[in-house]
């Protein structure tokens, strides 16, 4: 091979190296996300929501503090799948009887590029991009700049649909378009924005199966994380080094945060439900109370295992942690899809399954002065999950196929430095069985034991 050849094939090959990486490189960070007729089906399933209106939701601004990563405004990343901020989703619904009639269309409108920032932010995508709105996979792109004109020529040309715009209620953004589209209308008032936020919660309840997959990895990698929790636990740890082993393992196992603030509470501590100080030093003898998951391309999950901080549960710490798995399984055994409802802390619906893991604690087991275990349970036994980990809902709610929720009871005795609760993720199957996505971690304080001994790192 001559020299002359060899240098243009390797310059070649050196090209094509190149175009891999740069090609790759974002795809490396990406989100994995749903195919774009997807979130397409759900832009039309909500104009069908809107009674002839529009709706105009805001993406998510960068974060105040520059230690705080990206997050997409969650109705916005429904909608869209789109990761950007600075951004808004006009929809506007069907409307053959209006003044001027409406037909379904949408807008993404994107802001202005500023060429210094992206230097800091990377490149950004904007209304004069070719195939912006390809690439973005919705029906039009417009500049950000064209969102009051839009909004005025729609309105001006149906006054009624004045009354019938719809946007998130705390956005600042919105305040500022319904005030500047009043004020370019010469209204004396700004319409009044209905909340779209209690329409997209009716469509977000019930998850498709690329949601069930996505809520699948959460599920597997905080699993793991877990798993690497119960094999660090020993006296003389701190919680802080633990929530920092579970952080390591959902990163590395394509998490891109948690879904909250990892809880790790022994001994006292075990008994603050929230408590996500992570400041102590585990000690020898401690029961750990270990809520931590992860988010998987903006999908949650929610764990919590108890583990004893030695290896070995006392036979009271045992008798405790034998009632909350009990009051877990008793729930998940009572369960009828269409029929049973979750989140009823004060027990007050019998078809609730807090009812059923309520009975079960107040007939079992019991404090140190008599009392029943159930007066050491003070929360709701779960709630929906999603792109939230406390995912919208109005409650209780009547659990469904396609929903996806936790069942958590929970007892604590800050006299007896006990704290127990025990959380997994169920989906309710299309034949309405109850699926655990969490079964695979360990539940018996045996089995919890066992995995403690684990070397398998
Ligand atoms: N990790 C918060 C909760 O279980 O609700
Ligand atoms: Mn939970
Ligand atoms: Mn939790």
Redesign the pocket.
Known sequence: MCQLTRNTLQHRVSLLAFLILILAAPLAHALEKQPVSVYHTRRVALAEKLQGGVTVLFAAEEPLLDFMPYRQDEDFYYLTGWNEPGAALMIVADAPTAAQPRSYHEVLFLPTRNLRMEKYTGIKLDAATPNAAKTAGVDEVLPMTDLPIQLNKLISADRRLGSNIWTQPDAAQAKALMGWTAATLGDATTPAAHDVTSLTMQLRVVKDAGELALLKKAADASIAAQRVMMRSTKPGVTERAIAGKILAKLMEDGCERPS?AP?VGAGINSTTLHYSDNSATLADGDIMVV?A?GEYSMYAS???RTVPVNGHFTARQREVYDVVLGAQRAAAAAFVAGKSTINDPYHRDPNSLDTVAWNYINTHGKGLHGEPLSDYWIHGLGHMVGIN?HDPSNYPAVLKPGMVF?I?PGVYIPEEKIGV?I?DVFVVGEDGKLIDLIASLPHTADDVEAAMRSDNK
């Open positions: 909250y809880i809520d998951a929610d764990i919590t980990v936790t958590e609760r959380e």
